[in-house]
């Protein structure tokens, strides 16, 4: 089992910038990708980004490309998201996930384990 737990989300002006961080326990997730998606209100679940194992690799959805970065230190078995330049669009419960395979997946049925999520709110 692997247990995740998002923090860094709250209450932040357009324009501005925050970082998201995913802990995990339980085991360590060096074999495992990593993604990131979040949820609006009254909107399904989405992807945002992902990263492989190594952390060589990594993938966006279009609507974040360019503002997000996703990285990881599996030393400190710990997935970040960089939001630069964040709009009000960006308001959602942001969620971080974990695939027990070298490659990632920009589905939620493609994530083994979830984390309860962090709130982000962007203000105009």
């Known amino acids: 089992q692997v247990q995740l737990v998002e923090s860094g989300g709250g209450l932040v002006q357009a324009g501005g910038s925050l970082r998201l961080s995913c802990a995990a326990s339980?085991?360590?997730?060096?074999?495992?990708?990593m993604g990131w998606f979040r949820q609006a209100p009254g909107e399904e679940r989405t992807f945002v980004a992902a990263i492989s194992w190594s952390g060589d690799r990594t993938y966006y959805a279009d609507s974040v490309k360019g503002r997000f970065t996703i990285s990881r230190d599996n030393t400190k078995n710990t997935v970040y998201l960089q939001i630069f330049s964040v709009k009000p669009e960006d308001t959602a419960v942001y969620y971080c996930?974990?695939?027990?395979?070298?490659?990632?997946?920009?589905?939620?049925?493609?994530?083994?384990?979830w984390g309860q999520g962090t709130q982000v709110t962007v203000s105009s």
């Open positions: 339980g085991r360590t997730v060096s074999t495992y990708a």
């Open positions: 996930a974990a695939k027990y395979s070298s490659r990632y997946s920009d589905t939620v049925g493609g994530y083994d384990y």
